[in-house]
């Protein structure tokens, strides 16, 4: 009887959480996680690998579209911190964490999150250019309340402290971050080769949106990296 409850409440459970508003589409998407520490690339020339690579999977028959990313949703991974919003008073330290994730251009394209203000990060948001950032609506709700957060800036913790300056371009359609039980936390998204550090990190996410069955690209996939 009581494994026969359990199983039960566990059905509903998923049954639930099949229903759950993800704020992302899952089906007909390839993940692909790149490691490339053991190859013997320079630190310096990971930003272009990574690059290459992602233009090379936007080539593979099959695939309508892909991007790069520090963390895919739901994968295990998070990247947590601190900002602090330019023109407002100080809050205090756990009013101001928030959830951060560093994306190429074509990122919510590919997973279907839709912007709901403002532009996207294009090719032209290098590391060299002026610092941008996208918002997600709990971020907005919080620091902004019904006021419009585009061209507002503010600053995100860095290893010595808060780092440059960077504005807000685009305000994306909240999306569940780590876990499908709990509501999307406020989330800051930065250009990848924007985030300190650039793409340093010798790990990075592939997401592909593939025509058909995401197994039939796979071969494809193996041969472009």
């Known amino acids: 009887m009581v494994l026969v409850a359990g199983a039960g409440l566990m059905l ?13 589409r899952t089906s007909g998407i390839l993940v692909v996680n ?44 998070a990247w947590m911190g601190y900002v602090r919003i330019e023109g407002q008073a100080e809050r205090p330290g756990g009013d101001k964490q928030v959830w ?7 990122y919510f394209e590919t997973l279907g999150t839709p912007l709901i203000a403002g532009r996207d990060f294009a090719l032209r948001d290098s590391a060299s250019a ?13 620091f902004f309340g019904k006021l419009s957060p585009l061209g507002r800036s503010l600053r995100m913790m860095a290893a010595s402290g808060y ?20 509501d999307a936390p406020a989330t800051v998204y930065v250009p990848l080769p924007q985030k300190e550090g ?12 593939v025509a058909g069955s995401p197994a039939a690209v796979v071969k494809g996939v193996d041969e472009a990296v």
Request: proline share 6%; no cysteine; charged share 25%.
């Open 163 to 182: 780092g440059p300056s960077r504005e807000i371009v685009g305000v994306a359609r909240d999306a569940k971050y780590r876990s499908l039980r709990s």
């Open 130 to 142: 002026p610092p941008v950032v996208i918002v997600n609506e709990t971020f907005v709700h919080r």
């Open 12 to 24: 509903r459970t998923l049954r639930s959480l099949s229903s759950v508003n993800l704020g992302f």
């Open 100 to 106: 951060s994730n560093a994306l190429s251009d074509g």
């Open 34 to 77: 790149a490691d490339l520490a053991r190859t013997k690339v320079a630190p310096d020339r990971l930003d272009g690998l990574k690059q290459q690579i992602l233009d090379r999977l936007r080539a593979v028959p099959g695939v309508q579209s892909a991007s790069a990313s520090d963390i895919t949703p739901i994968g295990g991974r």
């Open 198 to 209: 650039g793409f340093l990190r010798a790990e990075v996410s592939y997401e592909l949106r």
